[in-house]
């Protein structure tokens, strides 16, 4: 538990760190899980750099972006001995609630599970923000990656987050929107893997398009 005295021994530090996140999410964009939330899976390559990286990679086919109908199209015409790893990389408690059809769930993030030192101030600092749920990086994710592909990081797998986020530039986002599946993809890439498919629009744009669902459908 977090004592009073701890929040308020340390909350002029605390202030002067999301001070600091703030401006460097103007100034940098460091990844985050959403834009909403900047103290929220932060991890050490800045967004600027990793949508960089992830534009080069559409150049050279690595990262192939993919509509949630073509996505479930190329499900539907694998051919026997064909396998394709298609994973919902939100939260456990959202997958459960609702995922695409044929979709495992790695989560990125997980709630912060402890107290060390860094843990501690990273719920203080979700909670000064009005986020009472914060997260933390999974720390097996790309573990469980490599066994789901059998550490053959040769075989595609194909991601999908709750709004897919964006690598088109614009006047307020001159970098696109971060999102957990490009973050996934940018990770994937810069630790082997050959090439992600990433689903544009995420869970949000498979609803729209009437994808099948957990919504909609029963797991085989």
């Known amino acids: 538990q977090i004592s009073l005295g701890y929040a308020c021994r340390n909350s002029k530090s605390l202030m002067k760190n999301m001070h600091s996140i703030s401006y ?21 390559t800045e967004w600027e750099d990793a949508s960089a990286f992830l534009k080069e990679s559409l150049e050279n086919d690595q990262l192939v ?26 939260k456990e408690e959202d997958f459960e609630k609702m995922h695409p059809i044929g979709s495992i769930n790695i989560p990125l993030f997980q709630p912060i599970d402890g107290n060390s030192s860094i843990q501690i101030q990273r719920k203080l ?5 009005g986020n009472f749920d914060g997260t933390e990086m999974n720390p097996d994710f790309l573990e469980d990656f490599e066994v789901q592909v059998d550490m053959d990081k040769t075989q595609p797998v194909m991601v999908i987050c709750g709004n897919g986020g964006k690598l088109e530039s614009t006047f307020d986002l001159p970098f696109g929107k971060r999102s957990r599946s ?39």
């Open 24 to 44: 460097n999410r103007t100034r940098r964009l460091n990844i985050c899980s959403s834009s909403e939330t900047p103290a929220d899976g932060r991890i050490q």
């Open 65 to 90: 972006p993919i509509s949630p109908t073509a996505a479930w199209k190329m499900f539907e015409e694998l051919e026997d001995g064909e396998d394709m790893v298609f994973v919902d990389v939100n």
């Open 125 to 129: 600092l979700f909670a000064f923000s």
């Open 182 to 220: 490009l973050i996934t993809a940018h990770l994937l890439l810069t630790n082997g893997f050959s090439q992600v498919y990433w689903v544009e629009g995420g869970v949000m744009q498979w609803i729209k398009d009437d994808m099948p669902s957990t919504l909609t459908h029963d797991e085989v």
